[in-house]
């Protein structure tokens, strides 16, 4: 297959052997059917001086998108997409070998502008910062890229070959060697030289079981590195750091991040609601500057669900408004979306429980429990006779 013998080979006249509807037959091609985490070439076949679309189904079958009625077709690969996809595969043997040796079991590979490898394994961000710069080494140093094909029963005499055996059923396997590094067995199609990627970053990096990686190379690549070190060294000399403290630096923020956390959620436990009685209902309320929302919604429903009570609190941080009431006074959900509404907030929410944001939860809080005391007098007042 010529995509083999010269990967580098960007057009070819061949001959169409035989054609079944859109089908043809051709006597060898440059375009690679796809596989092993590479897509499929795209290309188009020149016939009677016009252009098809043109792609590789397998076994030298190819579809033509339009008429083809010709004996001998010109196809031209779509050579930047496919150089593109030739060094990213290299890249991938490269980078992902440092991993396998780390312990890493590959996944899925999918090959494009920004390529992604799935894999499992005890692998830290060490090991892919670690095994991206021994990557870069080997692209700089230009190692030779070469393939060969073994026989099936010869794999045992390859005890360095990275080998699915179980997922190959052909008795013939190709192995691409790169110099010194690494032997896979790849049916993909590959550079010749490592130095062709010119450069090679990882873009991302997902943690947990099941990992991920994500790499560019060539320009993107050296972008990449280059924005990356600009972006750090901004952070840095901002706060007046060097490389060596940041990580210093960081870990105390998050130290002191956690100790003010665990403090708002003391105070947020032992803060306490104000309480008034109007006519038979008791009305709690309370504002806080900042306040671990949970534990006092958690408050505000418990007191209003064994009270006869109204339970309404603000928190300034982010202008939180809540009331929680018991399902006795469903009036209290009116009296406050009305408030709401006219203070230009907005806010919803279910059973006997509603939370919104204005623009001054203080003033809201003050204003609704006016609003929410008179209302109850009105409805389960003393001169109704209900007490
Ligand atoms: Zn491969």
């Known amino acids: 297959m010529l995509y083999y013998e010269n990967p580098y080979l960007k057009s070819v006249e061949v001959e169409v052997k035989e ?4 089908k043809c037959l051709l006597s060898d091609t440059i375009l690679y059917p796809g596989g092993g985490g590479q897509p499929p070439d795209e290309g188009i076949a020149i016939c009677n001086g016009k252009e098809y679309p043109i792609k590789h189904i397998g076994s030298l079958w190819h579809e033509i998108d339009g008429e083809c009625n010709c004996k001998k077709i010109k196809i031209i690969l779509n050579w930047d997409r496919r150089y593109l996809l030739m060094r990213s595969h290299t890249a991938e043997h490269t980078f992902f070998r440092f991993l396998e040796n780390k312990g890493a079991k590959m996944g899925k590979i999918a090959l494009d502008e920004v390529s992604s490898i799935i894999f499992q394994g005890d692998i830290s961000i060490e090991d892919i910062l670690d095994a991206e ?8 140093e230009g190692r030779k890229v070469t393939t060969f094909w073994i026989e099936r029963e010869d794999v045992p005499n390859y005890p360095e070959l990275r080998i699915k055996l179980e997922r190959i059923r052909d008795e013939r396997i190709r192995v691409v060697k790169i110099e010194g590094h690494d032997l896979s067995a790849c049916k993909g199609v590959h550079i010749a030289n490592l130095s062709e990627i010119e450069d090679f970053a990882v873009v991302h990096f997902r943690m947990g079981r099941k990992k991920e990686v994500k790499f560019v190379i060539g320009e993107k690549a050296r972008n990449y590195h280059y924005r990356a070190s600009k972006e750090m060294r901004k952070l840095l000399w901002q706060r007046n ?31 306490k609601f104000n309480m008034e009685i109007c006519g038979e209902i008791e009305l709690h309320y309370l504002f806080l500057p900042y306040a671990e929302r949970k534990i006092i919604q958690r408050k505000a429903l418990d007191i209003a669900n064994h009270n006869n009570a109204i339970v309404m609190y603000g928190i300034g941080e982010n202008n939180v408004v809540c009331i929680a009431y018991n399902p006795l006074y469903p009036w209290a959900r009116e009296e406050y979306m009305k408030l709401l509404k006219k203070m230009n907030g907005k806010g919803g929410g279910k059973g006997n429980f509603v939370s919104g944001s204005v623009e001054d939860a203080k003033k809201f809080i003050e204003e609704l429990k006016k609003i929410i005391c008179e209302k109850a007098l009105q409805l389960h007042g003393d001169e109704n006779g209900h007490s």
């Open 241 to 271: 750091l060097d490389m060596e403290k940041i990580e210093n630096y960081i870990e105390n923020l998050e130290e002191e991040n956690e100790k003010m956390r665990k403090a708002l959620r003391d105070a947020s436990k032992d803060s």
């Open 19 to 22: 054609k079944k509807g859109n």
């Open 133 to 140: 710069e021994k990557t870069r080494k080997l692209i700089k």
